[in-house]
């Protein structure tokens, strides 16, 4: 190859020379989509809808289980007194129960005084009124040392058990009850979702597939030529990724704008609902940590399907 | 430099394309590949660019028997040929400083270091003006020598032109050809197919005959 040594080449180092066709097939890849902006925002629109539908079921997961993961609120415990035990008598529990070591506090509501709570609340004074006696049993609400408790559930429940044993005592009621059955529907529905985004990943998989796929068919010339003057498979697959990478990240920007609209949607409803439950509960965003994890995993579907297009379809040329 | 040892090639479709080809041209020489229709040219050239290969026999460039390459040694072998075509091969969203710039992008060589070179292919094909055209905007002749540029421009040691002048006047085949004698004389070796005889003739090259296979 006399010529070649002849006229020396000035190729760059393979590092260097690497990192020139990355650079190259990057802002190659994203000139193409900015030269054919109609295909390219559909493709994106159909991309950041199948991403914002589990993004979104996330979140609205992620908020639910700030309900249930809330450390501030110490479990109590209701008893409610058999309705032939005198005040004095339910106090005098309440005073027992109170040098339990594992009982930080009782607290006595005499049933007249739930009664008088219970008008003032519901004003329901006529329908009270024909009932005649108080309904109402006297309570002693029962706040545990939640320190001294090793796993708070099952603590909880040992702690019931021992109070239901109380001849006074008619009904046990932890409230704690909610937050278990709540615990529960979320993990069901942690499944759900996690299918949803399976499937819903595997049509951002199809989506970017066949876009590249027609990238490849509408660039079958360029690729012939490239093969022909001796371009490696890598150099001819490179803007491909690249353009599979970008779909899937500007895809995940696109859908977490989206998310975040449907949220400032939603911020004044559920705050005005959460006042009415007396609660400072507000809806939270996906953050950092999980903006980022969106991000990488659009990007990595984007790579993905990608390069099983790439695979499939540059062999046919 | 290209020598061919009793070479055949069959397509799967059961034509015989070439049959018992011998031929050996030397470094730096320049031939003429010629013969009817049909007649093998075309796939002898793809032979020798690896496109195709032969069914029986051995094709050595410098050499090294080319069937002992690897495949993803292929590549960088093809580097070292420039390939022009009748119909230029140009890419059409390329301007033609792109297109000539290609195999330098593809080799990995430096952003400056391929200015002046695009630059100096475009100055021994006299189209330094129509650098930032598109394809579309050329004429037959112009788009044959972006093409002969694309092809030079990494400096081959093998130049193969398959029916380069097939749609050119006389004066522009002619000017073609000595485009091709011009990089000959650079050093490098070129094989090119034509059936112009008297473009051929009036070059004064060696010339490779290529016969019809009977049936």
Redesign the interface.
């Known amino acids: 190859m006399t010529a070649k040594s002849k006229y020396s080449t000035q190729a760059s180092s393979p590092i260097v020379s690497s990192l020139g066709h990355h650079k190259e097939a990057m802002q190659y890849s994203l000139l193409r989509l900015w030269h054919s902006p109609l295909s390219t925002w559909i493709t994106l629109a159909a991309i950041a809808i199948a991403l914002s539908l589990p993004a979104s079921l996330h979140l609205f997961l992620k908020n639910l289980k700030s309900l249930t993961d809330d450390k501030r609120q110490v479990p109590t415990i209701s008893l409610f007194i058999k309705q032939n035990i005198s005040e004095q008598q339910a106090r005098d529990r309440g005073e027992l129960l109170q040098e339990m070591d594992e009982i930080d506090k009782v607290v006595m509501i005499p049933r007249d005084e739930a009664l008088a709570d219970f008008r003032k609340i519901y004003n329901f004074d006529e329908a009270l009124e024909t009932l005649g006696k108080n309904p109402l049993p006297h309570v002693l609400v029962i706040t545990p040392h939640i320190k001294l408790l090793g796993d708070p559930e099952m603590d909880m429940k040992k702690l019931a058990k021992k109070l239901e044993s109380y001849s006074e005592v008619d009904l046990v009621q932890m409230d704690i009850e909610w937050v278990q059955r709540l615990r529960g529907i979320l993990r069901i529905t942690e499944r759900v979702i996690l299918i949803i985004s399976i499937l819903l990943a595997l049509t951002v998989l199809l989506v970017i597939g066949n876009t590249i796929r027609l990238n490849i068919e509408n660039r079958k010339e360029e690729i012939e030529v490239s093969k022909l003057i001796g371009a490696t498979t890598a150099y001819i697959r490179r803007p491909f990724l690249y353009t599979g990478i970008w779909y899937g990240l500007f895809g995940g920007i696109i859908s977490l704008v989206l998310v975040h609209v449907a949220l400032l949607f939603l911020v004044t409803p559920v705050n005005d609902l959460a006042k009415l439950y007396a609660s400072n509960f507000a809806l939270s965003g996906l953050g950092i940590k999980n903006t980022i994890y969106i991000l990488l995993v659009s990007s990595f579907l984007g790579l993905i399907g990608s390069w099983l297009a790439v695979g499939k379809h540059l062999k046919e040329i | 430099m290209i020598e061919f040892k009793s070479v055949s090639k069959q397509y799967p479709t059961g034509q015989l394309a070439l049959y018992n080809v011998n031929f050996k041209l030397q470094?730096?020489e320049m031939a003429f590949l010629t013969g009817q229709s049909g007649a093998g040219k075309s796939t002898l050239l793809k032979l020798i660019?690896l496109?195709e290969i032969a069914t029986e026999g051995d094709v050595f460039i410098?050499g090294q028997n080319i069937h002992s390459i690897k495949k993803?040694q292929v590549?960088?072998?093809?580097?070292?040929?420039g390939?022009i075509f009748q119909d230029h091969?140009?890419?059409?969203d390329r301007t033609v400083f792109e297109n000539i710039a290609?195999?330098l992008?593809?080799?990995?060589?430096?952003p400056q270091?391929i200015n002046r070179r695009v630059r100096a292919a475009l100055d021994k094909v006299n189209l330094s003006k129509k650098e930032k055209e598109y394809p579309m905007m050329l004429s037959a002749g112009e788009k044959q020598r972006v093409g002969i540029a694309?092809?030079v421009v990494?400096?081959?040691?093998i130049i193969l032109a398959d029916e380069p002048t097939g749609n050119l006047d006389p004066d522009l085949a002619l000017d073609i050809m000595h485009t091709f004698k011009q990089f000959n004389e650079?050093?490098?070796?070129v094989l090119i197919a034509s059936h112009d005889h008297h473009l051929i003739k009036e070059m004064r090259k060696r010339i490779l005959v290529l016969q019809k296979v009977k049936k």
Do not use: F, V
Not at chain 2, 89 to 92: F, K, N
Not at chain 2, 154 to 157: D, G, M, Q, Y
């Open positions: 470094q730096g660019a496109l410098s993803r590549p960088a072998y093809r580097r070292n040929i390939m091969h140009l890419l059409a290609l195999p992008k593809i080799e990995g060589m430096r270091d694309r092809a990494n400096k081959p040691s650079y050093g490098s070796t």
